[in-house]
């Protein structure tokens, strides 16, 4: 079992920066994702990342301001986020998929494991 564990959220003004971490235990030579859920709605993706960072994609009203990357050597993943916004307040969640799947995924229901996720609050 692969065991997620994030971190670095926490409460910003709107049109700050938060960076969320998220470990993981053990490599699995596949694509990671990090998805968010805003109270009284569903999960939805944010962004992925190949097993070699060599390819990404994300959600579209998050281009050009989130950045995801990723340190193999650190088993970390990582979810840069600038310019936030008061309707992004929701917990992120990370997430990898199925081990060596390594490409990348915007649907949850391709990713076999996830954390506990983190809350970012963004007020206004």
């Known amino acids: 079992q692969v065991h997620l564990v994030e971190s ?3 409460l910003v003004q709107a049109g700050g920066s938060l960076r969320l971490s998220c470990v ?6 596949s694509g990671m994702g990090w998805f968010r859920q805003a109270p009284g ?4 993706f944010v962004a992925s990342i190949s097993f ?23 088993n ?6 600038n310019s936030l916004k008061p ?3 929701a917990v992120y969640y990370c997430a990898a998929r199925k081990k060596q799947n390594w490409n990348t995924s915007s649907k949850s229901i391709e990713y076999d494991y ?4 983190t809350q970012v609050t963004v007020s206004s």
């Open 8 to 10: 670095g959220g926490g």
């Open 114 to 117: 996830w954390g506990q996720g």
């Open 87 to 89: 309707e992004e307040t």
């Open 76 to 81: 970390t993943v990582y979810l840069q986020m």
């Open 24 to 29: 993981y235990s053990e490599r699995t030579f």
């Open 41 to 44: 709605k569903e999960r939805e």
């Open 52 to 74: 070699t960072g060599d390819y990404m994609i994300y959600e579209d009203t998050v281009k050009g301001r989130f950045t995801i990357s990723r340190d193999n050597a650190k």
